[in-house]
């Protein structure tokens, strides 16, 4: 071909390359914004493992912790001792120094809570068995609790709404660990926010989940109905081909009639 020599073939010419750069460029756009997008949910799945990581590591530094409240010290070189003192004779244990990693204020007010470090968690766990020693504690200034984290606070903070809204709603419900139990069924805050509704009963989401699992055990039923049983075409296709395949009986006579022709020649 030789060189464009009117306008038109120019401008058809340009206009034909200007259209192969502008979809080569869209293309790589779009692999560039694929290959972003892919990255990110990478990223965003290596921080969420992280964060989960961290949650377990910061569970596991607390875990031989308790936070000990309403003992008020004047003189800061007594904590260790009196806080001792006061916890034996509150739960009538016996802990010593050598079973404490460390114990300190955490505040500067009188009135902050003290922060003690067992060395093992079995002697903290010593604290906690005898219920009635608990429970002892609401008629009195002292309380006491586990170490927490800060996802592990938020969480129990949420336990704690839904806990008052079910008991607001004549349920059964109390706090185990780190889930709520309404009326024998467990649920973990994640459960409980992701309720779309927050007026919706816990009841009723219950029931929407067991609706949802019978429609979905239905959705299989029929997945298998329609697997084992031939639809209308296939049986459609099966009868014209065993009707093809089984000749009429005018069409045996015929064929019959004939070889007896070709017997009489002979």
């Keep these: 071909m030789g060189e464009p020599t009117t306008f038109n073939e120019m401008f058809q010419l340009l206009s034909a390359e200007n259209k192969k750069q502008t979809e080569q460029l869209t293309a790589r756009i779009k692999q560039s914004e694929a290959n972003v997008t892919s990255q990110l949910k990478k990223n965003y799945i290596k921080i969420e493992k992280l964060e989960q990581r961290n949650v377990l590591l910061e569970r596991k530094i607390r875990r031989n912790n308790v936070l000990f409240f309403g003992l008020t010290v004047d003189n800061p070189t007594e904590l260790v001792k009196l806080t001792i003192s006061k916890i034996n004779e509150l739960f009538s244990v016996n802990i010593q120094e050598s079973n404490i990693n460390n114990i300190f204020k955490v505040g500067k007010s009188d009135s902050a809570p003290i922060l003690i470090e067992f060395l093992s968690y079995l002697k903290k766990a010593e604290l906690f068995k005898n219920p009635e020693k608990l429970r002892a504690l609401k008629n009195t200034p002292y309380a006491i609790s586990n170490d927490l984290c800060e996802e592990d606070r938020r969480e129990l903070k949420v336990l704690r709404e839904h806990l008052k809204k079910a008991l607001n709603e004549n349920k059964q419900a109390k706090i185990k ?34 609706s949802s ?52 020649r002979f």
């Design 177 to 210: 660990g780190l889930k709520l139990e309404i009326d024998s069924k467990l649920y973990t805050a994640k459960e409980l926010e992701d309720l779309s509704d927050p007026d919706v009963s816990l009841s009723s989401s219950s029931d929407l989940e067991e």
């Design 213 to 264: 699992e019978e429609e979905s055990e239905e959705e299989e039923k029929e997945k298998v109905k329609s697997k084992s049983e031939p639809s209308i075409a296939q049986t459609k296709k099966s009868k014209k081909r065993k009707q093809q395949k089984t000749p009429s009986p005018e069409g045996i006579k015929t064929r019959s009639n004939k070889k007896k022709k070709t017997a009489r």
